[in-house]
């Protein structure tokens, strides 16, 4: 579903993405974790092309992303994207924050593109909010309508940008468990996260990046159990001690 | 100080007896209006275009907005209008500019001020459409081209929006000086409010009647606009919304 091939990114001198590569099938969920500036959130943002790369090549459902041939917006319509500071659109109502791009970008019907975010905003259970602002709902509300958002478009595969960091601890498990709904269903997920729970709970693997190198991708079990390399054991320890 | 108020001068007739100083002071207020009004057209039409542009990942766009700020913000209101008046029908090919030069003088000196007022306001204008841009989270940007909308949906319904909400109170100021500077106009002979103030002056000998009634109706218009400008920005707030984020 996505391939990630020997992609390197650089600004000037400093390399952000350096010989990345990994492999996403479907139905699999990636939890990609690391030191904060170790290029996790670049490499997310490179797979729908927000982020441009130099070298290497990425390739979604059969699509290069690099390929400057390639139509984007039709391929990250495909891509689901959920953000760390959630980014609803603040001016819209949450009914037209769900709708809005299925009909601007799929062509649905208005009556169409708003049943089906409905439809969304009830499993994520925010039926009641429908009418409201992003500006009137806590950041785990905000969060689960920006994941209904994303589903909206019926995506191949969902891509999370470090969903839960920017929220309160409470407000955490609430989004943390739409999301293994999601998984559970067997949604395609690549997820940038230090939710540990989260990745036992229902990654198939774990890549651990640092300084911009993919250091380790491992199936679940082989990394909580003894990651290879010291690097993300001392990560872990670090993170895993309370 | 033996000034002999008249207000009643404003009833007299004027020296050709067509009708009163009022009439000749309305006409100027009319004039007034429409040259500010077309002029802030243009200004809001070209301001928001080349915002847009210095916002854009394209250096010869970016590049292009750059250089049509810096050009118009640097150069003197005044100096400008008589480039537009003086200079530029003599440096067009001579079908345009002779056509130009045959039209009504009066329509000679209002496209004149109404196109430098609208491009030298514009600058400004451009500038605070930047600012308001910029002033969004990055991420509202990426969320918009996630979702698949092209660059220029991504503008439409996601960044121009918050963008001039949030310019509203600055873009009143440019508003209230597109007012107030039209009145340079009456340099090139346009008789817009001032210029039937003094001409008023002129006839009469009475400045400060004239001046009075010039001051108190640019004041009242700028407290209409500011009036206006006040509903619109109530009316398009959005709830719950408190400004800048992350």
Redesign the interface.
């Known amino acids: 579903m996505i391939s990630i091939r020997n992609v390197s990114k650089h600004y000037g001198s400093f390399q952000v993405l350096a010989d990345c590569r990994a492999e996403v099938e479907k139905g699999e969920v990636i939890v990609v974790c690391g030191p904060s500036g170790s290029g996790k959130s670049t490499l997310i943002k490179c797979v729908n092309g927000l982020e441009p790369f130099q070298d290497g090549e990425i390739v979604v459902n059969g699509i290069s992303v690099g390929d400057p041939k390639t139509d984007l917006s039709k391929l990250r319509a495909q891509v689901g994207m959920v953000f760390q500071n959630f980014e609803l659109f603040p001016h819209m109502s949450i009914t037209d924050n769900l709708a809005i791009a299925q009909i601007k970008v799929l062509g649905r019907s208005r009556e169409e593109a708003v049943g089906r975010g409905l439809k969304l905003l009830e499993r994520v259970g925010l039926s009641a909010q429908a009418e409201k602002f992003p500006g009137q709902l806590s950041g785990g509300q905000q969060q689960r309508v920006a994941i209904a958002r994303a589903l909206s478009m019926d995506p191949i595969c969902m891509l999370f940008d470090e969903p839960t960091s920017a929220l309160d601890p409470e407000m955490v498990k609430e989004v943390l468990d739409v999301m293994v709904g999601l998984a559970e269903e067997g949604m395609t997920m690549m997820v940038v996260t230090h939710e540990m729970g989260f990745a036992r709970r229902v990654a198939n693997r774990v890549i651990f990046m640092d300084q911009g190198r993919i250091v380790e991708d491992a199936a679940k079990e082989a990394f909580f159990g003894t990651p290879r390399s010291e690097r993300a054991q001392q990560f872990l320890s670090k993170i895993l001690q309370h | 100080m033996g000034y002999h108020w008249n207000w009643g001068v404003f009833l007299a007739r004027v020296p050709s007896g067509e009708t009163s100083y009022l009439g000749w002071m309305l006409s100027g207020l009319e004039t007034t209006l429409a040259l500010s009004l077309s002029a802030s057209i243009i200004a809001l039409v070209m301001g928001s275009v080349m915002g847009v542009l210095r916002t854009v990942p394209n250096r010869w766009l970016s590049g292009i907005a750059a250089l049509y700020v810096e050009v118009f913000r640097n150069i003197p209101l005044l100096v400008q209008l008589f480039i537009w008046y003086f200079v530029l029908p003599e440096l067009l090919p001579s079908g345009i500019g002779n056509a130009y030069k045959q039209m009504h003088p009066l329509l000679q000196q209002f496209a004149a001020a109404m196109v430098c007022l609208g491009l030298f306001t514009g600058a400004r204008v451009c500038e605070q459409v930047r600012s308001g841009i910029n002033s969004l989270?990055r991420?509202?940007k990426?969320?918009?081209?996630?979702?698949?909308?092209?660059l220029p949906?991504t503008y439409r319904?996601?960044l121009l929006?918050?963008a001039f909400?949030i310019i509203v109170p600055p873009l009143t100021s440019e508003f209230l000086n597109i007012f107030k500077n039209s009145a340079v106009a009456s340099t090139i002979g346009l008789l817009e409010l001032a210029a039937q103030g003094r001409q008023l002056v002129d006839y009469t000998a009475q400045p400060y009647e004239s001046f009075i009634a010039v001051t108190l109706t640019f004041m009242l218009l700028n407290a209409v606009i500011m009036g206006l400008m006040h509903r619109l920005e109530a009316k398009t707030r959005?709830?719950?919304?408190?400004g800048g984020?992350?």
């Open positions: 989270p991420g509202q990426y969320a918009g081209l996630a979702l698949g909308f092209t949906q319904y996601v929006p918050m909400r959005v709830p719950g919304y408190i984020g992350t």
